[in-house]
DNA sequence: CCTAATTTCGCGCGCTCA
DNA sequence: TGAGCGCGCGAAATTAGG
């Protein structure tokens, strides 16, 4: 609670030196749709409430000049015959950020995109045992475990309690787990995919994009080229 | 090949108007890492080829110093004791460019996500169905077509040419595709799930992010918000 | 801490061009 | 003929020397 130091700055940061007269301007514009050198002036001399004459608003006026042409010239602004207009400004470390949460984006994307590619195999199994099931579908069940028995044109004779197969050429049983371990599900060809997959999913298996490696790290000075980059691989 | 209509452009653009010469600044600024007013000044000189010497320097010099001023209030240069250093700029038109570019990237993988997702299910179930292959595998083959005979207790009587099952309560009898048609394959419980696959992929089927709406359309003033919004929702 | 040299830059006169 | 602004004087700030 003791006095403070007395700080050498007699008006904060209310000075009319071009430096803080600049930041006035750049606000009032980015503030409104459209205005004017002259608008901006007035709007800057009310923010001292002192002197307001004549003199001060001619040298404040000066000096938006000033500051209006370099914006001018760093197409911050537009100025067409005394309209002017903002166009946007953006700095170093806020396109750093940007840039850097796009990338994490991408990266993420791309392991995404590499784990299903790694199971998409098996995926195209899985469909074609339920196409095959929705075609041949019948009413009737089978309960687990069950019997298999396989071989080539076998007589079947069925009494009311047993079941009498006769083969000329024998016999191969196994019990229900053997079938599963025989369906070769995952084996299929390549044709014929785009009749039963999305074409998303045939393009991932087909893309090679979670290879492609790509260094962002580049030095950068100029923003126009590096957006350049940025936005066209994807 | 006519003579050109003169031009009343007697120095194209190498004028003296704040104007050009802030632009001059500005790309002196950008390219090289550190710099002082007086070296800028210097630089944009020798772009006069006529200029004299020190009157025009010194005017010269205080446009530099105009110029410099409002680069630094707009935060596009840094300036700390005479040492003067590129922050970085980039307008409107650009960041557009680069939101749309993001957003759609954005879109893509969420369509990706989505189509994924749907599919995931039949992806597990195949999962759950090589596993269980896997882990009862045995060397015996069943050929297709088969027969399958389900039933509780049957008795199973084989001779060199036939097969008798005989059976107290009935037996079902089948052929190979009703066996898959049966397997409920697509079924599963959700605890099975985190032993069997990847993090990646459950995270998919409990994430909602493809559902997610969200508007980029803001009336865009300032960017420093806008940057924001676009880094932190992914 | 003081003086000189240098660097910055506030300020506003007066020319220009629409 | 008034909005725009080139231009440069001289004062304030900062740095160099002692």
Redesign the pocket.
Known sequence: MASCPPLDLPVPDK???????SKQVLEKVKNSEVT???QI?KAILKDFPESTYE??F??????V??A??VL?AIDVIS?I??EIRYKGIINNEQLERMKLSVEQNRKRNMQKKKALAENIFQYIAIHKLMQRNKEQRKKKLVELPCLIVGGGDANIDIQEDSVRLTSPIGFTIANDTHLLSRLDLHCFRSEELPENFPDELINLIGSNDFVKTEDLRIRERDYRQMLLQLTENQ
Chains 1, 2 share one sequence.
């Open positions: 000075n009319k030196k071009l430096i803080n007269l004017t050198g002259n002036a003199a001060e001619k040298n404040i006026q000066r000096r000049y000033d209006l042409n001018q100025k015959r005394n």
